[in-house]
């Protein structure tokens, strides 16, 4: 059972970085996936944040993250992480990754990845 397992999410000051990780663990009959990151904020839709392939030579954000967040994975490691900077009080939200198990691009939809993480909080104050 595959199981997606994310961390770092916790209270910042508008302004500040912090950085999400997620662990994929467990018996898999595929080998390469593509990972995403989603958030949902209290009271709202979950939202497609940033992807990443398999090889890290595509990857896809949301508008409104362009230039602050960077996504990046280690394979090595069946880890992928979010680099968020310059955060601002909007960007408070459960983080939730979510894996994709194709050697290809996968992009906003959510019908496209198969597994999910639990999530972590992120909280931005003003």
Known sequence: Q????????????????????????????????????????????????????WSSDNTMYADFVKGRFTISRENAKDTVYLQMNSLKPEDTAVYFCALSPTVGMTGPSEKAYDYWGQGTAVTVSS
């Open 2 to 53: 595959v199981q997606l397992a994310e961390s770092g999410g916790r209270l910042v000051q508008a302004g500040g970085s912090l950085r999400l990780s997620c662990v994929v663990s467990g018996r898999r009959t595929f080998s390469n996936y593509a990972m995403g990151w989603f958030r949902q904020a209290p009271g709202k839709k979950r939202e497609f944040v940033s992807s990443i392939n």
